[in-house]
Each structure stands twice: as structure tokens, then as C-alpha cells.
């Protein structure tokens, strides 16, 4: 599987924007890129994914870079209910039955 | 409401005891995952199932074993051969396999044994 590298944390000031950074510059043409988080002692959440162009969603925003070999993970405005691990993850088309979570980034959201 | 249950919550297990960990899904996916963490650690998966009546090894299969007689019902028996069973087990689903589909994961059920 290809590798991903993240900051080990980050912390953001509530309604404040974050950006998650994350590199992969060993991603194959067939690699999704996906991310999850997780609170204490609960089970990953599913955040948000894509391929090659950058996607929206209720929760979050995906930036991929032109080349594929980083993206970045944006949460418009940082509530507490965002401090958690954040893991960049990559998928490939056919063959991505697992999730291989890396270290992840701690992200802190400070009042 | 649609998702994924495990029970029980908490398991305390003696040493040298079979316990089967429970996971129900209502979302209708094919594919249903067991994996397991440890404090401080990412995932590591011990089985998958992409179609009923169908299951592979993860990366960690040894004594544990899994059955999918139902798409909505796929338990995990830990046995007492698995060494170190304390841990975290994670339950997932998802549409079909592959990196298209996300997975979406139970509360989760933690094990300790005696």
C-alpha cells in the first residue's frame, strides 16, 4: 500500500478554519483518497473521498493537488466537536479492502 | 435509523474462553469488515466479507474466526488460541469493496481478558 504522511497535530481556534495536510507522493493512478476520524473511544467516521478532483461536502472539503501527491483536508470552521485524529488514507479501486490507518494528525480545537 | 450495531459494549473474558463479538448492519452493503486496535494504534484488519457465505484473511486472521451466513449479520469469535485478545474491536460496512466505497463503522466493542 502507499504510504501517507501527516502532521502528528494541529490546533485551531474554534470557528476558525483548518487545513490537514497530506502527503503521497508514492499514490498510484488507481489510489482514492480518503479520510476518517476518530474520537476517544468511539469507531472511525467516514469524513469524506476523491480521485483526482476536488470534492465537497456537508462535513468537510477535499483539495488534491494537480500531481496527485498530496491533498489537503479543510474544515471550514472548526467546532469542538472536531478535535479528533484525523487519518489521510489511500484506496485503490479494485483492491482497497482495507483501511491502513498511518499515525494520523491530532487536531485540538481550542475555545 | 440505518446503520451498524455491536454488541456488547464491554466484554470481560476468562483466560482460555471462546467469545463471539456481534455486528449488525441495516445498510444493506455487501461488504462488512472486522478489524482491531490496540491503545495508541491505527486499525489492523483480522477478516472481510464482500458477498454472504464469502470471507477472506486480514492481516491479523490467526485465532479468530468469522462466518456470513446473512449480508446483515457478520460475527467474530475470538478464540482462545489468539494470544493478546484485549483490544478494541471495530465492526465496518460498505457498499462493495474497494477503494469507490466508504466504510462506515460501529461503536465498537472492548474486549479485556482475565
Known amino acids: 500500500d502507499a504510504k501517507t504522511t501527516q502532521p502528528n497535530s494541529m490546533e485551531s481556534n474554534e470557528e476558525e478554519p483548518v487545513h490537514l495536510p497530506c502527503n503521497h507522493s508514492t499514490i498510484s493512478g488507481t489510489d482514492y483518497i480518503h479520510w476518517y476520524r476518530q474520537l476517544p473511544s468511539q469507531g472511525p467516521e467516514y469524513v469524506i473521498h476523491g480521485l483526482t478532483s476536488n470534492v465537497n461536502n456537508r462535513m468537510a472539503s477535499l483539495a488534491i493537488a494537480e500531481d496527485r501527491k498530496s491533498s489537503t483536508l479543510i474544515l471550514h470552521r472548526a467546532t469542538l466537536r472536531d478535535a479528533a485524529v484525523y487519518y489521510c488514507?489511500?484506496?485503490?479501486?479494485?483492491?482497497?479492502?482495507?483501511?491502513?490507518f498511518g499515525g494520523g494528525t491530532r487536531v485540538l480545537v481550542k475555545p | 435509523d440505518g446503520g451498524i450495531t455491536q454488541s456488547p459494549k464491554y466484554l470481560f473474558r476468562k483466560e482460555g474462553q471462546n467469545v463471539t463479538l456481534s455486528c449488525e448492519q441495516n445498510?444493506?452493503?455487501?461488504?462488512m469488515y472486522w478489524y482491531r486496535q490496540d491503545p495508541g494504534q491505527g486499525l489492523r484488519l483480522i477478516y472481510y466479507s464482500q458477498i454472504v457465505n464469502d470471507f477472506q484473511k486480514g492481516d491479523i486472521a490467526e485465532g479468530y474466526s468469522v462466518s456470513r451466513e446473512k449480508k446483515e449479520s457478520f460475527p467474530l469469535t475470538v478464540t482462545s488460541a489468539q494470544k493478546n485478545p484485549t483490544a478494541f474491536y471495530l465492526c465496518a460496512s460498505s457498499l462493495g469493496g474497494g477503494g469507490r466505497n466508504e466504510q462506515f463503522f460501529g461503536p465498537g466493542t472492548r474486549l479485556t481478558v482475565l
Open positions: 445498510l444493506n452493503h455487501d461488504a
Open positions: 488514507i489511500l484506496r485503490d479501486i479494485l483492491r482497497g479492502n482495507k483501511l491502513t
